[in-house]
């Protein structure tokens, strides 16, 4: 997950990057147009300004705009590996100019609202508003450049927002989110538990990247990146229960902070302390034979 899945995500990210764009007026003028047309011929308005109507998401993992009148959406940032590739094929950007005036101020406000559990956690994958507004910026699409034994699920587009008008924010009920219904723990949940393990033990300063083993279902895996020099590298999370352990080992991880942690976040998804020992399980590489440690502290 990049440099560790960020327990805030950037509302707005932006570049100011050189180079001309091949097919723009001397003014610049973007191209109005709709999310749904950039991306049913995205060819067509690489690397040119462009003007669209949509709907802005903020989340944990992603940041960007959709259209959900035909399934579109682009993400919303400034730079990524494909650059790269362009930089080598010798391809510049449009600079992009943010506007930080009255309009960015109360997108951001809007966006920056997120609903927030009993025990303080903020959720970033509950906004409080439903949010539409006009953006205007650089879209860039990296046609050929992507060979997926490298690139993974990296996305292809990308939007570098350099301004918006026309700001309109309808509230969302808090209440279809502070319900305690069981659930499992959300991918944020579980990078939380991490993070408040690494930090108990001062191994913070090292980024998460999310993947998953088809042996261990139900565990939400991580590692830490770049390799730390000392400390644990990968970690498993149990998303029905939050246990925290090491996915290189049989050891069970524990802390203050993480168990603070653990109870907050059981309380949320409605796992009472009778419901957890029925279901706590042994973690990934406890199976029997396998070698076992203690529990981490």
Not at 34 to 56: H, Q, S, T
Not at 210 to 217: A, I, L, Q
Not at 223 to 231: E, M, T
Not at 254 to 278: C, F, M, P, W
Request: charged share 25%.
């Amino acid at each position: 997950m990049n440099t560790g899945i960020p327990g805030v995500i950037a509302i707005l990210i932006f570049a100011v990057l050189p180079g001309v764009a091949l097919g723009q007026s001397p003014s610049n003028a973007p191209i109005t147009t709709a999310l749904c047309e950039l991306l049913k011929e995205p060819a067509l308005f690489n690397g040119k300004m462009v003007k669209f109507r949509a709907e802005y998401l903020s989340k944990f993992e992603w940041t960007g705009f959709v259209d959900e009148t035909c399934s579109a959406k682009v993400q919303v940032s400034a730079y990524g590996v494909f650059d790269e590739f362009r930089a080598q094929d010798g391809q510049t950007h449009l600079p992009i100019h943010p506007t930080k005036d009255h309009n960015c101020r109360v997108f951001r406000e809007y966006a920056d609202t997120k609903f927030k559990w009993s025990d303080g956690g903020r959720c970033q994958d509950c906004p409080l508003y439903r949010i539409l507004v006009t953006a205007e910026g650089r879209f860039d699409y990296f046609a050929g450049k992507a060979d997926a034994s490298f690139t993974g699920d990296l996305p292809l587009l990308r939007f570098a927002l350099q301004s918006v008008s026309n700001v309109a924010a309808t509230p969302i009920d808090p209440s279809i989110y502070s319900g305690r219904n069981r659930r499992d723990l959300t991918l944020e949940e579980a990078y939380e538990l991490v993070k408040a393990f690494q930090k108990g033990h001062g191994e913070t300063g090292y980024g998460l990247e999310k993947y998953t083993v088809k042996e261990y279902p139900g565990f939400q895996l991580f590692q830490a990146v770049p390799d730390p020099s000392s400390g644990r590298i990968h970690y498993a999370v149990d998303l029905k229960t939050g246990d925290v352990w090491n996915a290189v080992i049989c050891e069970h991880l524990t802390s203050s902070s993480l168990v603070k942690l653990q109870v907050a976040i059981r309380n949320r998804i409605g796992l009472t302390k009778d419901e957890y020992q029925k279901t706590r399980r042994q973690g990934p590489m406890c199976e029997s034979g396998m070698p076992r440690l203690g529990p981490g502290k």
